[in-house]
């Protein structure tokens, strides 16, 4: 197949490539280096089978070639992003998804959706079941990303019932590994980065809200069976295994050997209170699972993060 990834030069774009190119197939990345890096490809130069094209995708999308398919990962991702970042990430979620079908369309191309557990808000269900409507603030400061990514599930779901675009939707839950940037604010980053550096961990409120951490390569696994399903309605692809921000901070002080113990800053505004993939339907359509588990994943995060640390 013929592949473009938009947001191909981010944590899970670049991920992605890597395995769609191992897999065999011809890929595009497309990126306007707004939170990703040409780092995160550059050990791609030289492959025939790839080309990276610098691009916005809020604007209008040109590709000569026919198409395959077309993966939706262009977005800022973390909350310091987005809440830096707050019309570009509504403009992403919403023309950029609308440009991304139109081309999907024009070129009778599959298209996949990288949509997120942010869907489901605050949930007041939990674990979250993909048919859980979700719990967002549409005004709070959050709402930048989650109504954005809502939109683009609407979106993608009118191109599908209208235009018969065959789609897919995944709702990825907290992902961490490799190429996360060390700055990019999110808890697994910032958490390295401090521990690394023999700083106290910043846990904000009590750190009694719950996250469950997926390992990228795994996550990477699930979109790519997804990707070659059947399965047009959105499915959840996380790691279920939850744990509190305060015992997640623990964890990695211990792995690290940091001694600095943890320091409890405010918590954000409308930051969600627990979090939890219901994988039910990922067992059953996609014979999909996790397998990493979390001290393997973060040992592995943790050596790259070590590589990185003292570089500008
Ligand atoms: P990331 O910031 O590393 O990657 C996003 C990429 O999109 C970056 O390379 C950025 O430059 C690019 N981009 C942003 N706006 C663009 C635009 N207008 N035109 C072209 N490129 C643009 O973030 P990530 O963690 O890799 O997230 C990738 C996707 O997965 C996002 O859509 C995000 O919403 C979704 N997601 C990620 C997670 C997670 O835990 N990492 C969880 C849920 C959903
Ligand atoms: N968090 C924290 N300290 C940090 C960064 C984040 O305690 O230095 C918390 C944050 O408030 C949230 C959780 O960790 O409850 C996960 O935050 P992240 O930004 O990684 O992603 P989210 O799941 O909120 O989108």
Redesign the pocket.
Known sequence: MRILV?????????HLVDRLLAEGHEVIA????????TD?IAHLAGNRRFQFIY????NYIYIKDDLDAIL???????PV?YLELPI??L??GSL?THNALGLALAKGARFLL?????VYGDPLVHPQTEDYWGHVNPIGPRGV?DEA?RFAEAMTMAYHRTHGVDTRIV??????GP???LN?G?VVPNFIKQALRGEPLTVYGDGSQTRSF?FVSD?IDGIYRLLMSNEVEPVNIGNPAEISILEFAQRINELTGNQAGIRFEPLPKDDPKQRQPDITKARRILGWEPKVPLEQGLAETIDWFRTRLDRP
Do not use: W
Not at 30 to 37: A, F, I, Q, R, V
Not at 55 to 58: E, L, Q
Not at 171 to 176: A, E, H, L, S
């Open positions: 938009t947001g191909g030069a981010g944590f899970l774009g670049s497309m990126d306007n280096l707004l939170t990703g890096s995160n691009h916005n995708v809020t939706h990962f262009a977005s800022p991702a973390s992003d570009q990430t403009k992403v950029g990288a949509s997120t557990s942010e990303y990514k709702r990825i839950f907290n992902t961490y190429r996360m940037r990019d999110r997926c996550l």
